[in-house]
């Protein structure tokens, strides 16, 4: 069985500081404001061993479409205004990089990641059936930079072998956490939930493909069709508006250069533990 994501909980890392810039309802109007439209300059790295994961020029492209229709609305939902831009791929050939990329997570980020906070840095690897990817959040770039970025399994693109995930859409997720979006189950039915107003409380990930859930005493039915869910990439379509809002704050916060990198920092030192 193939399983979805391997991107940490919230509990495991620090949100104090993003959750203090973005569920603030004023300070995401600001920040979004600042932040407008967002066109996201992506490095490719594709890992091989030889023999498997050597993605084409093509397949990458293909990814990056699914990315730009997922974030802009063209499967069924808002137009989050992000759209990404390929600006270089490399190719990599080193099988124990490409077999286990867990493991060598920081020697082959070290080597092969370029650009600053808002360059977005997209890793393809065999990462397994268990786990189809896993990302880095925005907060974490100050203390960790040379880890930022995206690490997804090569057969989880657009056309890959990996049936029920061969959409691209396990990439459009893991950007989702890069760029700092929750998991719309995340708290269960307690508040704050996902931080994003718009998704309705959900006590545990969707699976397959449901006709319908609702998991949680609060108003509406869970976000089965939500991009941050679990469903299967053929039930996935949407993100909302107000996931779209926070992604832009949080951007503003962390990831708009060095001005970004230093409101980051101060906003840390006041933001509250969830």
């Given amino acids: 069985m193939v399983a979805r994501f391997g991107t940490p909980d919230i509990a495991a890392v620090d949100r104090a500081a993003v959750d203090r810039a973005a569920v603030d309802s004023e300070?995401?109007?600001?920040?979004?404001?600042?932040a407008g439209a967002l066109n996201v300059p992506v490095r490719v790295h594709v890992l091989t061993d030889g023999a498997e994961g050597a993605l084409s020029d093509a397949e990458v492209r293909r990814q990056l479409a699914a990315l730009n229709d997922a974030y802009g609305g063209r499967f069924g939902g808002v137009d989050t205004m992000i759209g990404f831009r390929l600006t270089?791929?490399?190719?990599?050939?080193?099988?124990?990089?490409?077999?286990?990329?867990?493991?060598?997570?920081?020697?082959?980020?070290?080597?092969?990641r370029r650009g600053g906070p808002g360059?977005?840095?997209?890793?393809?690897?065999?990462?397994?059936?268990?786990?189809l990817g896993f990302s880095t959040f925005p907060e974490a770039y100050r203390a960790k930079p040379v880890l930022d970025g995206v690490?997804?399994?090569?057969?989880?693109?657009?056309g890959g072998r990996f049936r029920h995930y061969d959409r691209?859409?396990?990439?459009?997720?893991?950007i989702g956490h890069w760029l700092g979006l929750y998991h719309t189950f995340e708290n269960g039915c307690r508040p704050p939930g996902d931080s994003v107003d718009d998704t309705p409380?959900?006590?545990?990930?969707?699976?397959?493909?449901?006709?319908?859930k609702d998991t949680c005493p609060q108003p509406g039915d869970d976000p089965i069709h939500n991009f941050m869910d679990y469903a299967w990439d053929d039930c996935m379509r949407e993100f909302t508006a107000g996931q779209g809002q926070r992604v832009r704050a949080v951007w503003a916060v962390y990831r708009a250069g060095r001005a970004g990198a230093r409101r980051g920092h101060a906003a840390r030192s006041v933001g509250r533990d969830r």
């Fill in 201 to 212: 409380y959900e006590a545990s990930a969707a699976e397959a493909c449901p006709m319908r």
């Fill in 88 to 112: 270089g791929i490399d190719r990599t050939r080193r099988p124990d990089w490409f077999r286990d990329p867990k493991r060598f997570e920081q020697r082959f980020k070290r080597a092969l």
């Fill in 119 to 131: 360059t977005l840095n997209l890793y393809t690897a065999a990462v397994g059936s268990d786990v």
């Fill in 168 to 174: 691209g859409f396990t990439a459009v997720h893991e």
């Fill in 151 to 158: 690490v997804i399994d090569y057969r989880a693109v657009p």
């Fill in 27 to 34: 300070a995401v109007d600001r920040a979004a404001r600042r």
